[in-house]
């Protein structure tokens, strides 16, 4: 059979429901232990990260456009690997990486992503994109 293990045996059961102090009481006590657990950050003391001049055209320019052509300069930008393209239906975010440029532009027609283009010259250093527009 083999030996007994010890047992711990409670003596006196605890309520179901525990009475708590009252709130003026509870507030006093929390107030002399508040710690800051949330700290503000002064924006204007952090490097920020340039947006690089772009050109944002459309085609044809009266009308409905089928086209939106943004050409980028990117003169501090060496080759199309450093960069980080995302299309949203109605956004153009590039970063240049390592923190060379920050680009976040909303465009003023939805576009199509899956048909849009992207072409880097390392010549004169401009990205140009293509965004086919959603037909309306």
């Not at 976040?104 to 939805?110: N, S």
Request: aromatic share 4%; proline share 9%.
């Amino acid at each position: 059979m083999g030996p007994l293990q010890q047992h711990n045996i409670r003596k006196k059961s605890k309520p179901r429901i525990l009475e708590m102090d009252s709130i003026e009481e509870t507030a006093d006590v929390q107030i002399k232990q508040t710690k800051k657990l949330i700290t503000e950050v002064d924006e204007s003391h952090q490097p920020s990260i340039p947006e690089p001049k772009y050109i944002m055209m459309r085609e044809p320019i009266d009308g409905q456009p089928e086209f939106i052509v943004v050409e980028v300069q990117l003169p501090n930008v060496k080759t199309a690997k450093s960069l980080t393209l995302d299309l949203g239906e109605d956004r153009i975010l590039l970063k240049a990486r390592p923190n060379v440029y920050l680009m976040d532009v909303y465009l003023p027609f939805d576009i199509v992503q899956d048909e849009s283009g992207a072409q880097y010259n390392r010549d004169n250093t401009v990205l140009t994109l293509t965004l086919p527009v959603k037909p309306t």
